[in-house]
């Protein structure tokens, strides 16, 4: 009996605390300076529950700098700003809402009218997420009728190879319930998680092909101010990420599309993101969790997926 989807989420009781701290603070700061000076009141209130957008706006200020010498594009002054303001708001609808609180709403599908004989897909999140970061997904791959499995990544800051059991339970949950290989559709940290499994597998690979988006596959230099074990591992000279990428084939490039953006907050510099011989698609001005809900990147996933159910077909018939 294979495992079923995650019924618990330490991420989920986190976030949901610290939401409903701030949220106290907040209103507690503006009613309690209110009547003594309503500037400082609405300040406060707005630099506890919008603080976070200053963080962000640190971290694309030094993206030009770590970029300097990047390949990718260099991003426009205009680019930056318009990732910031979009990346604010994703944020918000993540961490806020959809992760704390949403995370159980679309349940894994592994049975339906339409899910035997179509490739199904399995969902890795990144680092300090849960499953509910997939949601719009899960929402679109529910009315398509595929199977689909997301998972947790727990527990939260452990090692990345820890993690390799999680990713081989969903895979064969949903190989089952279609008869096919899933297709791999990582965000970030979960792109390793994908290449850990991968390592971990003998003869031909159960996937029939990996997405990553914005995937620090040669680390990342914010992760240098990490101390989490699996922050470390992402540190651009771990050996972690060289281990990874001394095993890295020119076999195994065409099972990969890597996104990658020149507005990654994250994931920095740009091409950090890509892989030697993949097919490495650029998206410019997508900041680090907004390059997820693209519409391009949904649109190619898509349609990679009616591609490959057309070649699994083809085969039969006459």
Same mark, same amino acid.
């Given at each position: 009996m294979l495992p079923n989807a995650p019924s618990t989420s330490t991420l989920a009781r986190l976030q949901q605390a610290l939401t409903l701290w701030t949220l106290m603070c907040a209103v507690t700061w503006l009613?309690?300076?209110?009547?003594?000076?309503? &500037?400082?009141?609405?300040?406060g209130f707005f630099m506890?529950?919008? $603080? /976070? &957008?200053?963080?962000? &706006?640190?971290?694309?200020?030094?993206?030009?700098?770590?970029?300097?010498?990047?390949?990718?594009?260099r991003a426009t002054l &205009? %680019?930056? @700003?318009?990732? =910031?303001?979009?990346?604010?708001?994703?944020?918000f609808r993540v961490f806020v809402w959809r992760q704390p609180f949403r995370w159980r709403l679309m349940p894994d599908q592994m049975s339906g009218d339409r899910v035997a004989g179509r490739h199904g897909v399995v969902l890795v999140h990144g680092f300090v997420c849960n499953r509910g970061f997939w949601t719009p =997904?899960?929402?679109?791959?529910?009315?398509?009728?595929?199977? /689909?499995?997301? @998972?947790?990544?727990?527990? !939260?800051?452990?090692?990345?190879?820890? /993690? @390799?059991?999680?990713?081989?339970?969903?895979?064969?949950?949903v190989r089952q319930a279609t $008869?096919?290989?899933? !297709?791999?559709?990582?965000?970030?940290?979960? $792109?390793?998680?994908? +290449?850990? =499994?991968?390592?971990? %597998?003998?003869?031909?690979?159960? !996937?029939?092909?990996?997405?990553?988006?914005?995937?620090?596959h040669a680390g990342t230099w914010l992760a240098r101010w990490s101390h989490f074990t699996n922050g470390r591992q992402m540190r651009q000279d771990s050996a972690w990420i060289q281990a990874? +990428?001394?095993?890295?084939?020119?076999?195994? *490039?065409p099972r990969f599309t890597c996104w990658y953006s020149n507005c990654d907050n994250i994931v920095m510099p740009p091409s950090t993101a890509t892989l030697p011989g993949a097919d490495n698609r650029l998206l410019e001005g997508a900041a680090h969790v907004d390059?997820?809900? +693209? *519409?391009?990147?949904i649109a190619h996933t898509e349609n990679l997926l009616e591609r490959l159910d057309q070649a699994a077909v083809s085969p039969r018939v006459p």
């Open positions: 009613v309690g300076w209110w009547p003594v000076s309503r &500037a400082w009141a609405l300040t506890a529950t919008l $603080g /976070y &957008a200053i963080v962000l &706006a640190m971290e694309f200020a030094l993206l030009p700098h770590v970029a300097r010498d990047d390949p990718a594009p &205009a %680019q930056l @700003v318009a990732a =910031w303001a979009r990346e604010v708001v994703m944020a =997904w899960l929402r679109r791959l529910h009315a398509q009728g595929r199977a /689909y499995a997301a @998972v947790n990544l727990e527990p !939260v800051f452990g090692s990345i190879d820890g /993690y @390799v059991s999680l990713v081989q339970e969903a895979v064969a949950r $008869g096919l290989p899933p !297709v791999l559709v990582c965000h970030s940290m979960g $792109g390793l998680v994908a +290449r850990a =499994w991968l390592r971990t %597998q003998s003869g031909e690979p159960g !996937v029939a092909h990996v997405i990553t988006l914005g995937s620090p990874l +990428r001394e095993e890295w084939t020119p076999a195994q *490039a390059l997820a809900f +693209r *519409a391009p990147v």
